[in-house]
């Protein structure tokens, strides 16, 4: 199985160089490349990538209203920021806008990889310097959303904590010796019960509300 990618930045000699390292994996294919958010879903509409590597900062149309404008487009859509801003400006509207993953350009380019698989296969992935402003993020609707939080069972609190720390579904039922299987059933428990519609959004709310585990 390859996956499929596009990469959204400004900075030519950055393209090249994810360019370079991802053709590198034998399961990783840069299929189209953009400068800025315009070129992004012109690009994205003719090539539908799997992943959509995203810079913030750029020309035209920035990182955010284009994962935006990508999510309303397909709400399928994968978008990995890859970004140097760890600001609460750009990480919390990089977020809402449906990014799966927010990670930082001094990442270990293996590291950027597993992440790219990860997110492909429905994980969240959060740069630790980003969660801080996670933790301090509060809604209007904080109480309804603690209300929410009640409904869940101690183990799928347990189950929470780990998504929150960017834990793939086989990690999770390693470290707390259940199958992948029962992580599974737990992951859809915890999005019905908290009326959300992915890991990412799950971690956010997680870290927002200090969930713990028992």
Same mark, same amino acid.
């Given at each position: 199985?390859?996956?499929? *990618?596009? *990469?959204?930045?400004?900075?030519?000699?950055? @393209? @090249?160089?994810? #360019? !370079?390292?991802?053709?590198?994996?034998?399961?990783?294919?840069? /299929?189209?490349?953009?400068?800025?958010?315009?070129?992004?879903?012109?690009?994205?509409?003719?090539?539908?990538?799997? %992943?959509?590597?995203?810079?913030?900062?750029?020309?035209?149309?920035?990182?955010?209203?284009?994962?935006?404008?990508?999510?309303?487009?397909?709400?399928?859509?994968?978008?990995? /920021?890859?970004?140097?801003?760890?600001?609460?400006?750009?990480?919390?509207?990089?977020?809402?806008? =449906?990014?799966? =993953? !927010?990670?930082?350009?001094?990442?270990?380019?293996?590291?950027?990889?597993?992440?790219?698989?990860?997110?492909?296969?429905?994980?969240?992935?959060?740069?630790?310097? %980003?969660?801080?402003? #996670?933790?301090?993020?509060?809604?209007?609707?904080?109480?309804?959303?603690?209300?929410?939080?009640?409904?869940?069972? =101690?183990?799928? @609190?347990?189950?929470? /904590?780990? /998504?929150?720390?960017?834990?793939?579904?086989?990690?999770?039922?390693?470290?707390? !010796?259940?199958?992948?299987?029962?992580?599974?059933?737990?992951?859809?428990? *915890?999005?019905?019960?908290?009326?959300?519609?992915?890991?990412?959004?799950?971690? #956010?709310?997680?870290?927002?509300?200090?969930?713990?585990?028992?």
């Amino acid at each position: 199985m390859t996956i499929r *990618i596009m *990469i959204v930045d400004d900075h030519h000699v950055v @393209r @090249r160089g994810l #360019v !370079y390292f991802l053709e590198s994996m034998e399961d990783l294919k840069v /299929v189209a490349e953009a400068s800025n958010g315009m070129e992004a879903i012109e690009l994205f509409e003719k090539e539908r990538p799997d %992943v959509v590597i995203m810079d913030l900062d750029m020309p035209k149309m920035d990182g955010m209203e284009c994962t935006k404008k990508l999510k309303e487009l397909d709400e399928s859509a994968i978008v990995l /920021v890859l970004t140097s801003f760890t600001d609460q400006d750009h990480v919390i509207p990089a977020l809402e806008a =449906g990014a799966s =993953g !927010y990670q930082l350009k001094d990442i270990e380019p293996e590291q950027l990889a597993e992440t790219i698989r990860a997110v492909y296969g429905g994980e969240s992935r959060l740069h630790e310097k %980003v969660t801080k402003h #996670v933790l301090t993020r509060v809604s209007p609707n904080f109480t309804s959303e603690q209300a929410r939080l009640q409904r869940l069972t =101690g183990r799928e @609190r347990d189950v929470l /904590v780990e /998504v929150t720390k960017g834990r793939s579904n086989k990690e999770i039922a390693q470290e707390l !010796y259940i199958s992948e299987k029962t992580v599974k059933t737990h992951m859809s428990n *915890i999005l019905a019960k908290l009326e959300l519609a992915d890991r990412t959004q799950a971690a #956010v709310f997680a870290l927002k509300h200090n969930v713990k585990k028992r």
